[in-house]
């Protein structure tokens, strides 16, 4: 018999598994709760992660939820953990919407039936003022539809909600309730309070109704009362604020999740939450700024009555020429290719890896730039650490050139013909009234939209605004608040070399200059081509820097000086201009006293509070060191607050006079048939009008311009009017009438 060994010296593919898995039975089996709790919680887990975790931790050291049985035989590891956390979430949702049902206040309604409706009617018809939401299937307010309205009563003491378009037969029609809604939703006696109003306003409009009197929109009105605010939510506000817990769409449904297919009684308890929610942060907010009395005057004034501007604004939207989109954006395709392989070859030389560089690699483009420029870049921030450069090192100029174009041709461009809304057939934009902390309008994409068809009109590249054109039988008027930032200064300030500046119709950084310099207007102003003195250029650096809190370092480093040499150029120019000084150092002492500042006839607060904060002791030779990191940054953040104060007051006060004018501007179009807003960009107010409108109407124009909001009665205002076929192809107001023979 022979008998014939085995004698291999590893083991098996499948008996190194076997080894694997026994291995790790026995460590399972040896290893407690306890001790996986603390080997996961340990690990390097995203806050939302970790969030999940210690929520699945309490609920089983509770004895809520417990491991399956398949699991319990295996090591307890994090991906269980996030999968019995679905299953805990899951078993927290429903019990959550039961409990909402069980407890749901007895002065919530649903309204469903004829009778019903005609008893709500007689009671808002009572009211003076009531809150409203609606429900809907999206939030493209040109192709989403409502699928129920929710209001409150507070003289009735009541919340309701009527569905309109739920998945069940038991309902009123939306026709019908729209109809019978008509007299109180048209009715301005009647003030209606909601939580982003324009977005409800522009969703009656979508199914042929209006709402007119609104009074109070809770979203805005908390932007006045903390511009810092983390989230403007309702949801997120109300427990904040009011002390009530409200969970978010998202969690209580899902987010793919229609609110049409949400049961009648939960979706009652949902909606007049929100209604009895609005109404009860207006209630809170309304009696805060009734402390502020130029606030409350502002917002009622202005704010709000705005808000029926932006939603004709949005709603009237844009037409794009396609083609020329597509040549630009080739256009752009070819430069950032050709900008691409002149970086590559410039940088290869000092690029440590074997491949190919990677311009969008930091890890690969930092220490090959550091080496190309002679000199260590701590990072690859555009704005903070290149821009300095750009003027220095042409490949770095190219590189930013590079990032833009990229940027422009892949989100801007390339995307844009994508845009246009299927239901009006234009592009729309969003316009935030509130989107600065300074109350400066921004202009882009609903944060809750997920169509994607919104875009930023105001940060079209001029090359690219040429593919916006005016409908046949129109023309774009685009009109200006000329150097309206630095007139407001001058009326703020009451500098007279900045007022003579105006009063006189001259450059004011030329003016400065001559006064700082000792010079002749005419030496600093212009060249003979049109390009700026060495000294108008100075001052125009320094004063931007000053309006927009710039460092010195950033000064220094834009006009090629150190950091003292800029310091003591800004001391010596605002030093010949004593009250523009004055003004100045006033700022800084009132936002160190009181941590905030004040817009022009104290219309609306910017709150600095870090400016109100001790410094920390940095000891002398040791600023630098890694161990007064934080002090540095703690330190750097008053610096900033100081910075911000002048910032603030000239932003907020010429927001406000861009508000105002709009609201003249509007108010005149609302008089003149195919008249309308086209757009708010930065400081231009554009028209949309007919192409033969008058020189009567366009004096109109500039007398809505120049005397809507004055600074005082001392600092004129300035515009410049233009007319255009393609917006950035104008030519003067004067011009155009005379091309058309209408002298």
Same mark, same amino acid.
């Given at each position: 018999?022979?008998?014939?060994?085995?004698?291999?010296?590893?083991?098996?593919?499948?008996?190194?598994?076997?080894?694997?898995?026994?291995?790790?039975?026995?460590?399972?089996?040896?290893?407690?709760?306890?001790?996986?709790?603390?080997?996961?919680?340990?690990?390097?887990?995203?806050?939302?992660?970790?969030?999940?975790?210690?929520?699945?931790?309490?609920?089983?050291?509770?004895?809520?939820?417990?491991?399956?049985?398949?699991?319990?035989?295996?090591?307890f590891s994090k991906a269980e953990a996030l999968r019995?956390?679905?299953?805990?979430?899951?078993?927290?949702?429903?019990?959550?919407?039961?409990?909402?049902?069980?407890?749901?206040?007895?002065?919530?309604?649903?309204?469903?039936?004829?009778?019903?409706?005609?008893?709500?009617?007689?009671?808002?018809?009572?009211?003076?003022?009531?809150?409203?939401?609606?429900?809907?299937?999206?939030?493209?307010?040109?192709?989403?539809?409502?699928?129920?309205?929710?209001?409150?009563?507070?003289?009735?003491?009541?919340?309701?909600?009527?569905?309109?378009?739920?998945?069940?037969?038991?309902?009123?029609?939306?026709?019908?309730?729209?109809?019978?809604?008509?007299?109180?939703?048209?009715?301005?006696?009647?003030?209606?309070?909601?939580?982003?109003?324009?977005?409800?306003?522009?969703?009656?409009?979508?199914?042929?109704?209006?709402?007119?009197?609104?009074?109070?929109?809770?979203?805005?009105?908390?932007?006045?009362?903390?511009?810092?605010?983390?989230?403007?939510?309702?949801?997120?506000?109300?427990?904040?604020?009011?002390?009530?817990?409200?969970?978010?769409?998202?969690?209580?449904?899902?987010?793919?999740?229609?609110?049409?297919?949400?049961?009648?009684?939960?979706?009652?308890?949902?909606?007049?939450?929100?209604?009895?929610?609005?109404?009860?942060?207006?209630?809170?907010?309304?009696?805060?700024?009734?402390?502020?009395?130029?606030?409350?005057?502002?917002?009622?004034?202005?704010?709000?009555?705005?808000?029926?501007?932006?939603?004709?604004?949005?709603?009237?939207?844009y037409i794009l020429d396609l083609d020329f989109a597509?040549?630009?954006?080739?256009?752009?395709?070819?430069?950032?290719?050709?900008?691409?392989?002149?970086?590559?070859?410039?940088?290869?030389?000092?690029?440590?890896?074997?491949?190919?560089?990677?311009?969008?690699?930091?890890?690969?483009?930092?220490?090959?730039?550091?080496?190309?420029?002679?000199?260590?870049?701590?990072?690859?921030?555009?704005?903070?650490?290149?821009?300095?450069?750009?003027?220095?090192?042409?490949?770095?100029?190219?590189?930013?050139?590079?990032?833009?174009?990229?940027?422009?041709?892949?989100?801007?461009?390339?995307?844009?013909?994508?845009?246009?809304?299927?239901?009006?057939?234009?592009?729309?934009?969003?316009?935030n009234p509130m989107g600065t902390v300074t109350g400066?309008?921004?202009?882009?994409?609903?944060?809750?939209?997920?169509?994607?068809?919104?875009?930023?009109?105001?940060?079209?590249?001029?090359?690219?605004?040429?593919?916006?054109?005016?409908?046949?039988?129109?023309?774009?008027?685009?009109?200006?608040?000329?150097?309206?930032?630095?007139?407001?200064? @001058?009326? !703020?300030? +009451?500098?007279?070399?900045?007022? *003579? #500046?105006? %009063? =006189?119709?001259?450059?004011?950084?030329?003016?400065?200059?001559?006064?700082?310099?000792?010079?002749?207007?005419?030496?600093?102003?212009?060249?003979?081509?049109?390009?700026?003195?060495?000294?108008?250029?100075?001052?125009?650096?320094?004063?931007?820097?000053?309006?927009?809190?710039?460092?010195?370092?950033?000064?220094?480093?834009?006009?090629?000086?150190?950091?003292?040499?800029?310091?003591?150029?800004? @001391?010596? !120019?605002? +030093?010949?201009?004593?009250?523009? *000084? #004055?003004? %100045? =150092?006033?700022?800084?002492?009132?936002?160190?006293?009181?941590?905030?500042?004040?817009?022009?006839?104290?219309?609306?607060?910017?709150?600095?509070?870090?400016?109100?904060?001790?410094?920390?002791?940095?000891?002398?030779?040791?600023?630098?060191?890694?161990?007064?990191?934080?002090?540095?940054?703690?330190?750097?953040?008053?610096?900033?607050?100081?910075?911000?104060?002048?910032?603030?007051?000239?932003?907020?006060?010429?927001?406000?006079?861009?508000?105002?004018?709009?609201?003249?501007?509007?108010?005149?179009?609302?008089?003149?048939?195919?008249?309308?807003?086209?757009?708010?960009?930065?400081?231009?107010?554009?028209?949309?009008?007919?192409?033969?409108?008058?020189?009567?109407?366009?004096?109109?124009?500039?007398?809505?311009?120049?005397?809507?909001?004055?600074?005082?009665?001392?600092?004129?205002?300035?515009?410049?009017?233009?007319?255009?076929?393609?917006?950035?192809?104008?030519?003067?107001?004067?011009?155009?009438?005379?091309?058309?023979?209408?002298?």
């Open positions: 018999m022979e008998l014939r060994l085995n004698l291999a010296t590893k083991p098996t593919e499948d008996s190194a598994e076997r080894v694997k898995k026994a291995a790790a039975k026995k460590t399972a089996a040896s290893e407690t709760i306890e001790e996986a709790w603390l080997r996961i919680l340990s690990m390097k887990n995203s806050d939302s992660d970790q969030a999940k975790l210690l929520e699945v931790q309490t609920a089983m050291a509770r004895g809520t939820i417990g491991r399956s049985p398949l699991d319990a035989a295996k090591r019995m956390y679905k299953v805990l979430a899951e078993s927290q949702r429903e019990e959550t919407l039961r409990k909402m049902v069980e407890e749901s206040p007895a002065n919530y309604e649903l309204i469903t039936t004829e009778r019903q409706f005609q008893s709500l009617l007689a009671e808002l018809a009572s009211e003076q003022i009531i809150a409203v939401d609606t429900e809907t299937t999206g939030v493209d307010v040109y192709t989403d539809v409502i699928v129920g309205m929710s209001f409150s009563l507070p003289i009735a003491d009541k919340h309701v909600y009527i569905p309109v378009d739920h998945d069940t037969p038991i309902q009123l029609s939306l026709d019908f309730v729209l109809d019978g809604l008509a007299a109180v939703l048209n009715d301005e006696s009647i003030g209606k309070v909601l939580h982003n109003a324009m977005f409800d306003i522009a969703m009656f409009r979508r199914h042929g109704s209006d709402l007119k009197g609104v009074a109070w929109d809770t979203m805005t009105a908390m932007h006045l009362l903390n511009e810092n605010e983390p989230s403007y939510k309702l949801k997120d506000l109300a427990p904040k604020y009011l002390g009530v817990a409200s969970d978010t769409f998202d969690k209580l449904f899902g987010r793919d999740a229609q609110f049409k297919e949400v049961p009648l009684d939960i979706a009652l308890v949902y909606a007049a939450k929100d209604t009895e929610l609005t109404w009860r942060l207006y209630e809170f907010q309304r009696s805060h700024m009734a402390k502020m009395p130029t606030v409350l005057e502002y917002y009622q004034t202005v704010e709000v009555p705005l808000l029926y501007v932006i939603v004709d604004l949005e709603a009237n939207g597509k040549e630009y954006g080739e256009h752009l395709r070819k430069r950032a290719e050709e900008l691409s392989a002149e970086l590559v070859a410039t940088l290869t030389t000092f690029h440590a890896g074997d491949d190919v560089l990677n311009l969008n690699s930091t890890q690969q483009m930092r220490p090959a730039l550091s080496k190309a420029i002679g000199q260590e870049i701590p990072n690859m921030d555009a704005k903070k650490t290149l821009k300095p450069l750009a003027n220095d090192f042409e490949v770095v100029a190219k590189l930013l050139e590079y990032k833009k174009i990229t940027k422009l041709s892949g989100t801007y461009i390339d995307t844009l013909p994508l845009k246009q809304n299927p239901t009006t057939k234009r592009w729309h934009s969003r316009f400066r309008f921004s202009s882009g994409k609903d944060e809750d939209s997920t169509n994607n068809q919104q875009f930023n009109v105001q940060n079209q590249p001029p090359e690219a605004r040429p593919m916006f054109v005016a409908p046949p039988g129109k023309v774009l008027v685009g009109a200006d608040f000329k150097a309206q930032e630095i007139r407001c200064v @001058a009326y !703020l300030s +009451g500098e007279p070399v900045l007022i *003579n #500046a105006f %009063l =006189e119709e001259r450059d004011p950084y030329a003016m400065m200059a001559s006064n700082f310099y000792k010079r002749p207007y005419e030496e600093v102003n212009k060249n003979e081509d049109g390009s700026d003195t060495k000294e108008r250029k100075q001052m125009k650096l320094v004063w931007l820097a000053t309006l927009y809190g710039m460092s010195d370092k950033s000064l220094g480093a834009t006009l090629g000086i150190s950091t003292k040499e800029a310091t003591q150029f800004k @001391a010596d !120019l605002f +030093g010949s201009m004593p009250k523009l *000084n #004055a003004w %100045l =150092e006033g700022n800084k002492e009132f936002v160190r006293k009181y941590g905030f500042v004040w817009t022009d006839e104290n219309y609306r607060k910017r709150r600095l509070p870090e400016a109100k904060w001790k410094r920390k002791n940095i000891p002398y030779g040791r600023y630098w060191d890694d161990k007064y990191r934080e002090e540095r940054k703690y330190n750097a953040k008053i610096g900033t607050a100081f910075r911000q104060a002048t910032n603030a007051r000239v932003q907020g006060s010429s927001s406000v006079q861009t508000k105002v004018t709009m609201l003249r501007a509007h108010e005149y179009c609302a008089k003149k048939p195919g008249w309308s807003m086209w757009s708010s960009v930065h400081d231009e107010l554009i028209f949309e009008i007919p192409e033969d409108f008058t020189r009567e109407e366009a004096e109109d124009i500039r007398d809505i311009m120049v005397n809507s909001y004055r600074w005082g009665d001392v600092v004129p205002n300035g515009t410049d009017i233009e007319v255009m076929r393609r917006w950035g192809e104008g030519v003067p107001v004067g011009e155009w009438f005379k091309n058309k023979g209408d002298e």
